[in-house]
């Protein structure tokens, strides 16, 4: 798998995925009817900002991530990003590739660490690789998101140093 930086002609491998797992509620504080322009919008994150695809050699996009500042002004030197694979490519290390990658990049990009704002906490998979690769639960929303089958549940922060 190669991980590079995306550009638009991305966008109609990424945004058929993003729709899913938006639309399924189950990891995403997204408005579930996200419009495809709106999702773009969001996605492809202005400069410093940066978005990655994981591609297969043959070119099929398995995920897709994107970084940047968390905050402005004196909390800019704080990284955010977030992470989806395409759920038939779930599995293979896409998403532990992505994040070791992204890392990387806020790391060379100057960041003194990431934070991540609002990981459900029923998302058991991504908590434990965000934990396998460093970060720490610093604290959880109660019932800050609304899970369409398990109802009210917690949001984590997660953060880690670079």
């Known amino acids: 798998m190669l991980i590079r930086d ?19 509620g189950e990891t995403y504080t997204w408005d579930r009817a996200v419009s495809e322009d709106r999702a773009r919008a969001l996605w492809f994150k202005e400069p410093p900002g940066r978005t ?30 977030s992470f989806m694979v395409a759920p038939e490519h779930a599995g293979r290390g896409v998403g532990r590739a992505l994040g070791e990658h992204v890392l990387d990049a806020a790391r ?29 639960v610093v604290g959880t929303l109660p019932e800050g998101f609304q899970h369409p089958v398990k109802g009210y549940v917690g949001l984590h922060i997660m953060h880690r140093r670079l």
């Open 52 to 81: 990655f695809v994981a591609v297969d050699p043959d070119g099929t996009v398995l995920g897709s991530a994107n970084m940047g500042r968390n905050h402005s002004g004196p909390g800019s030197h704080i990284a955010t990003a």
């Open 6 to 24: 995306a550009d638009l002609a991305d966008w109609p491998a990424i945004w058929p995925f993003l729709r899913r797992i938006v639309a399924a």
């Open 108 to 136: 060379a990009g100057g960041y003194r660490a990431m934070q991540f704002n609002a990981v459900v906490e029923t998302n058991t998979s991504a908590v434990g690789l965000w934990r396998s690769l460093g970060f720490e």
